[in-house]
């Protein structure tokens, strides 16, 4: 069975660096074809697609944000984990972590964290 | 990045009656070389992560009620509810992955009428 679960702090101030970790069980990410994303979304808004790193350390971010994110993985902790820097209001949204479906040659995502909300105030 | 849209913003349709989603993508998310439409469809409940409906257009995910099905092809999609049921009640995104800098659309909300 597959779960996800993401970990951070719920508060972080404007320009702090945001780290989230998405621990996880079921699979490794060592296995071809494994993935994990990361997609936020703002209250009452719609999902946004942050980051994804795969099993061969490959990584992808949005071009919107790239200058900002980093994920990385540790493989032998079950852990990913997504860093934001130079937060702002704006970012203040549930961060959720996701299983990317294998057997697919594309990325959607069938197993997601409950997700975090993070909010950034001063 | 490919942008996606989505139409109604919202709709309320009654219990048993068929719902219909449309999503566009500013962009062909057809793959030539294997034919196959790079286009999902996620359901989220008040609360609740999204759960993944439909792959590749409209191959439905293990376990996903047959009143769910997918169509279209190229830039133009959309999801049908064939007779919708009080459990339904959701918002409905689709995604592109035909690009690896994948993208959402804005959702759209359906309720009962």
Redesign the interface.
């Known amino acids: 069975q597959i779960t996800l679960k993401e970990s951070g702090p719920t508060l972080v101030k404007p320009t702090q660096t945001l780290t989230l970790t998405c621990t996880f069980s079921g699979f490794s990410l060592s296995t071809s074809g494994v993935g994990v994303?990361w997609i936020r979304q703002p209250p009452g808004k719609?999902?946004?697609?942050l980051a994804?790193i795969y099993w061969d350390d490959d990584k992808?971010y949005?071009?919107?944000l790239k200058s900002r994110l980093t994920i990385t993985k540790d493989t032998s902790k079950n852990q990913v984990v997504l860093t934001m820097t130079n937060m702002d209001p704006v970012d203040t949204a549930t961060y959720?972590c996701?299983h990317r479906?294998r057997d697919?040659?594309?990325?959607?995502?069938?197993y997601?964290?409950?997700?975090t909300l993070v909010t950034v105030s001063s | 990045?490919i942008v996606m849209t989505q139409s109604p913003d919202s709709l309320a349709v009654s219990l048993g009656e068929r719902a219909t989603i449309n999503c566009k993508s500013s962009q062909s998310v057809l793959y030539s070389s294997?034919n196959?439409n790079?286009l999902?469809w996620?359901q989220?409940k008040p609360g609740?992560?999204?759960?993944?409906l439909i792959?590749?257009a409209s191959t439905r995910?293990s376990g996903v009620p047959d009143r769910f099905s997918g169509s279209g092809s190229g830039t133009d999609f959309t999801l049908t509810i064939s007779s919708l049921q009080a459990e339904d009640v959701a918002v409905y995104?689709c995604?592109q992955?035909?690009s690896?800098?994948?993208?959402?659309?804005?959702?759209t909300k359906v309720d009962i009428k």
């Open positions: 994303g719609a999902l946004e697609w994804l992808r949005s071009p919107s959720y996701a479906r697919l040659s594309g990325t959607t995502f069938d997601w964290g409950q997700g | 990045d294997n196959k790079y999902a996620y989220q609740q992560p999204p759960k993944l792959y590749w995910e995104y995604q992955y035909y690896t800098h994948l993208t959402f659309g804005p959702g």
